[in-house]
């Protein structure tokens, strides 16, 4: 590892530290050095708030020092004024003149202008280090800029004979096929993505609250897909307390309330598109695809993911609903007591 390397690494476990709450923000980490030595540490965490570059020049103690410094940052500064000033301004106001980028900004407004400006006041620039890491660091970021669409994750448990619901159920509630721990982990994955997605038999049947309680952070989105109106009027996803979007027809279309939104699609398009465009609309980054079978393969089947995070429990159905079947790429296995998390990409 080079030392350039070492120092964007660190950005890269500092701008993790926003995850979930930097929306629409990207993902930011930035090191000062000063002969070897950290002398200052930031990352970006909430938007409208200082960026990564300004919080670590903010915890430098020794000002004077900064001429002599370099400044490593895992996003190329930015150039604009949106809510805060440019970071390369501040740059350059601060006599930093060696600056080490960990990947270009490719969001329109920045797109190279950040480096440019840098180079042009007489910085010595260096480009692209643990280039891969950052751009994974900020999937969801380039995803919706680069795609126009959310960086879709799709999410489900599934039993040890491949089985995702039992045929049926006499009750209105899950059955769980994962233990406490693996559903712990879902309400921290529901805190660092902006939305959370149902079809409307998984509402019938489930009736789920789709919110946080088992972690701490900003409840996500839920979109439920509810093409005739068939969910109950008192099922839990439709309480108004938190910014719900029902995606359905015309002649079921409803009056809209403050955390209740209906959009209307035309079911006999591509309906998995139509909904990542009523998200892109909503500047909806991030999904999680908690739906049933046929909604998460109706996801498989376009094409239209990024991930996928598969717990397999150790109960047996012997029969019921099969799980999805996708063809990803293995990106990881992990356990968690008698449950195994195998989580995939889509090349």
């Known amino acids: 590892m080079t030392i350039h390397e070492k120092y964007i690494?660190?950005?890269i476990q500092l701008?993790?530290?926003?995850?979930?709450?930097?929306?629409?923000?990207?993902?930011?980490?930035s090191v000062i050095v000063h002969n070897n030595s950290i002398i200052g540490e930031g990352w970006h965490y909430q938007s409208g708030k200082p960026h990564a570059e300004v919080n670590a020049i903010a915890s430098v103690s020794n000002p004077s020092l900064l001429k002599e410094a370099t400044i490593y940052v895992s996003l190329e500064p930015c150039s604009h004024y949106g809510k805060t000033p440019p970071c390369s301004d501040l740059i350059i106001e601060k006599g930093i003149k060696k600056v080490v980028i960990g990947t270009i900004d490719t969001f329109a407004k920045v797109s190279g202008a950040g480096i440019q400006r840098l180079i042009n006041a007489g910085c010595d620039v260096v480009v692209g280090v643990l280039e891969k890491e950052c751009l994974v660091l900020n999937r969801r970021f380039f995803t919706f800029h680069n795609k126009k669409r959310p960086y879709v994750i799709l999410k489900w448990a599934e039993t040890f004979d491949n089985y995702i619901a039992p045929a049926s159920t006499q009750k209105r509630e899950p059955v769980w096929i994962t233990n406490t721990y693996s559903r712990q982990l879902v309400h921290k994955?529901?805190?660092?993505?902006q939305a959370i997605l149902i079809g409307n038999q998984t509402a019938i049947k489930?009736?789920?609250k789709l919110t946080i309680r088992d972690w701490s952070g900003k409840q996500p989105i839920r979109i439920l897909i509810d093409r005739s109106g068939q969910t109950?009027?008192?099922?839990?996803?439709?309480?108004?307390?938190?910014?719900?979007?029902?995606?359905?027809?015309?002649?079921?279309?409803?009056?809209?309330?403050?955390?209740?939104?209906?959009?209307?699609?035309d079911y006999r398009n591509d309906i998995t598109k139509e909904i990542c465009d009523i998200l892109y609309k909503h500047n909806i980054q991030s999904v999680i695809i908690e739906g049933g079978s046929y909604t998460l393969q109706s996801f498989i089947d376009k094409n239209i993911w990024d991930e996928a995070r598969v717990f397999k429990g150790s109960i047996i159905f012997g029969s019921g609903i099969k799980a999805p079947t996708h063809q990803g790429h293995l990106i990881s296995e992990e356990k968690f007591k008698k449950d195994t998390l195998t989580t995939y990409h889509n090349d």
């Open 9 to 11: 690494r660190r950005c």
């Open 15 to 29: 701008a993790k530290n926003g995850l979930g709450t930097t929306y629409p923000n990207p993902l930011v980490g």
């Open 189 to 193: 994955w529901r805190a660092e993505e």
């Open 206 to 208: 489930d009736n789920p």
């Open 232 to 265: 109950p009027v008192d099922s839990n996803i439709l309480d108004n307390t938190v910014k719900t979007i029902v995606i359905t027809q015309e002649k079921f279309k409803k009056e809209n309330h403050q955390n209740l939104i209906y959009e209307i699609v």
